[in-house]
């Protein structure tokens, strides 16, 4: 991506993040709501239409900045990924505190779990899925990334990131989850010399918030210990509480060591 056109997406995420002045600007002529309820529709088919577009921007905003940082990585410019990776720091934190979308209520709790089709993510960066194995692999390069298209009708809120994975002796490193452009959570697998590529576990990765205009879910590795980070065999998407009700010896010894 050119750099003129980062600093348009910017300028226009600005605009989008902090649009006060056009609000101000819209109390001092638009009618109060008592006064007339046809300007109050109005006003809320404009605030919506405010909140689809500023999701929207945020999400490509986000993905254009961790393409730029990989594409600055892989040619080895690490001062240039090191301002990228700043700059991916500091909307995030703006969007912790100022989100994009309508963050759910505290009340809106996903009742149902939702397991991701491992089959039907888009692979990049060196990751792919294998049909014998039933699993993605080649996690072996600084982001390869798995994304998937999430279905509209998946309920808003919050949920915990569950994933099944193998990993080998003294291989892991880090990675991060992105749920649209509103909130990403970081997460890793520590390098351990007992690991077996042959074992299955499972991992709390964290919390994330899906909102009601969230679309991609992404799983993308940013760091390695040796050579691959693991091989995925499953994302769920869980309500709050499952992991602590869940059955934590749930290793799964194969019959035959997979490739990663």
């Known amino acids: 991506m050119r ?19 056009s609000q101000e600007a ?36 986000l993905n254009a900045l961790k ?10 410019q690490i001062e240039q990924a090191l301002l990228v990776k700043i700059e991916r720091e500091r909307i995030t934190e703006i969007l912790k505190t100022a989100p994009l979308i309508d963050a759910p209520s505290a009340g809106a709790q996903p009742q149902h779990a939702v397991t991701l089709d491992i089959s039907l993510a888009h692979c990049s960066g060196g990751a792919r899925y294998d049909d014998d194995r039933r699993g993605i692999r ?6 390869a990334t798995a994304l998937w298209d999430l279905d509209a009708e998946i309920p808003p809120g919050r949920y915990e990131i569950i994933l099944r994975y193998a990993t080998g002796p003294n291989e ?12 990403s959570v ?6 351990d010399p007992d690991a077996d590529w042959s074992t299955r576990r499972n991992m709390l990765a964290g919390t994330i918030v899906i909102g009601p205009d969230t679309r991609t879910f ?8 040796r050579a691959y980070l693991w091989i995925l065999y499953g994302v769920t998407l869980a309500p709050p509480g499952t992991w ?6 749930t290793a799964e010894t194969l019959t035959e060591p997979p490739i990663p």
Not at 15 to 21: E, G, H, K, N, W
Not at 186 to 191: K, L, N, V
């Open 3 to 21: 750099l003129s056109t980062l600093t348009t997406t910017f300028a226009i995420l600005t605009l989008a993040i902090f649009p006060a002045a």
């Open 244 to 249: 602590d009700q869940m059955e934590k010896s």
């Open 138 to 143: 080649k996690w072996g390069t600084i982001g």
């Open 218 to 225: 992404a799983i993308t590795c940013t760091s390695l210990e």
């Open 26 to 61: 819209a109390r001092t002529i638009i009618p109060s709501p008592q006064e007339d309820a046809e300007i109050q529709a109005l006003e809320d088919e404009y605030a919506t239409a405010i909140v689809a577009v500023r999701s929207d921007l945020g999400e490509k905003y």
């Open 186 to 191: 970081q997460g890793s697998i520590a390098a």
């Open 67 to 76: 393409e730029l940082q990989v594409a600055f990585t892989t040619r080895r």
């Open 172 to 183: 892991g490193g880090a990675f991060e989850v992105f749920a649209g452009g509103a909130d």
